[in-house]
């Protein structure tokens, strides 16, 4: 879903404030301008003058963002799709799987002939690096030539089944701030996010698409050399197996003697109360449809009618069985009832 926000002014009232829409999904996120939040629940006007203002966007399970707004007179609409965190509790493949998706990822960079990109297992992760992606310094956006190399990236990706993605920005040790990025932490999450739209634009699913940053907290390279920084500013991909659906469980062809046994055994504990003071052994006998469930109940002598025998009937009236495809089945079972 998407709201709009729109920080509005009279231009024709005052020339010194413009109209700027504001789009966020998901809709319900929080908007601050310059800090200062706005209502996102219906239209919102404020006076909005010339010249640049920040945007931040919020909501829980997402990642923040901030933008830039250059307010310059002429109406300007702003979409922001909020990119998700990593999901937790995520999984390693196994190592089996893991060679081998390391193997088909490897083989697709190659045949596609992607340049300085490169796939390995790292701490049990599949993790595809990618280095020598640009990025605008001021706005933080990713730079043409590398916005085409990341498409390439998305399209080997794509093709891969029963995953997501992780995108990790990284970055060197050198300090930075600017207005949309507060230091290394929330430069390499901006990387981060920027490779992911990315992706998601290039035909990946949102839901499987998620971003982190670690800053420079994760060097591959020492920081010394020039050399060294190139390499520890970076994107990476993990790639991780999305959870395994529960199977439906297949039928069995029949509802076998043991099968029936086992589950009315699980009944004897509150047979008990149907106890009367006399030992009794009260033989029931059931007729199963395929459905697993009871279609006739019958009571065998010297029991049925008696008190006995009514209390063990109204105990397996309700029980039912795991379906099979085949004949419908008929059983009996023996309640002892002691005390």
């Given amino acids: 879903m998407i709201a709009s926000?729109?920080?509005a002014g009279d231009a024709a009232a005052d020339e010194k404030l413009a109209k700027t829409t504001i789009e966020t999904n998901p809709a319900d996120a929080t908007v601050q301008v310059d800090g200062a939040e706005q209502a996102t629940h219906a239209p919102v006007t404020v006076s909005l003058a010339r010249g640049r203002h920040i945007v931040t966007v919020t909501s829980p399970d997402r990642q923040t963002e901030r933008r830039a707004v250059d307010a310059a007179g002429a109406p300007v609409t702003v979409s922001i799709d909020l990119i998700h965190v990593p999901p937790d509790g995520a999984k390693h493949p196994d190592a089996a799987a893991a060679k081998a998706l390391v193997d088909?990822?490897?083989?697709a960079v190659s045949s596609a002939k992607l340049r300085d990109v490169s796939v390995a297992v790292r701490s049990g992760d599949v993790v595809m690096t990618l280095g020598g992606v640009a990025f605008e310094s001021s706005e933080i956006a990713l730079k043409s030539d590398s916005a085409t190399a990341i498409a390439d990236v998305a399209g080997v990706l794509k093709a891969q089944t029963g995953v997501r993605f992780v995108v990790v920005g990284h970055t060197d040790n050198a300090p930075f701030k600017s207005d949309l990025a507060h230091d290394n932490s929330e430069l390499s999450l901006a990387h981060a996010l920027a490779v992911a739209r990315a992706l998601i634009a290039a035909g990946i699913p949102a839901d499987d698409v998620s971003a982190d940053g670690r800053g420079d907290l994760e060097p591959i390279?020492?920081?010394?050399?020039?050399?060294?920084?190139?390499?520890?500013?970076?994107?990476?991909?993990?790639?991780?197996?999305?959870p395994s659906e529960t199977a439906e469980k297949p039928k069995a062809k029949t509802l076998t003697a043991d099968a029936f046994k086992q589950r009315m055994a699980t009944l004897?504990?509150?047979?008990?109360a149907c106890y009367k003071g006399t030992m009794a052994n009260v033989m029931v006998k059931l007729t199963v449809a395929p459905s697993g469930q009871i279609t006739k109940s019958t009571v065998l002598p010297p029991f049925a009618g008696k008190p006995e025998g009514d209390c063990v009937a109204g105990l397996v009236k309700d029980v039912t069985f795991d379906a099979w495809d085949g004949q419908t089945q008929t059983y009996s079972f023996s309640f002892l009832l002691s005390d």
């Fill in 221 to 242: 390279a020492s920081n010394g050399t020039a050399d060294g920084k190139r390499k520890n500013r970076r994107i990476e991909i993990i790639v991780v197996p999305k």
């Fill in 104 to 107: 088909a990822l490897s083989a």
């Fill in 268 to 272: 004897t504990d509150r047979a008990h």
């Fill in 5 to 7: 926000l729109v920080i």
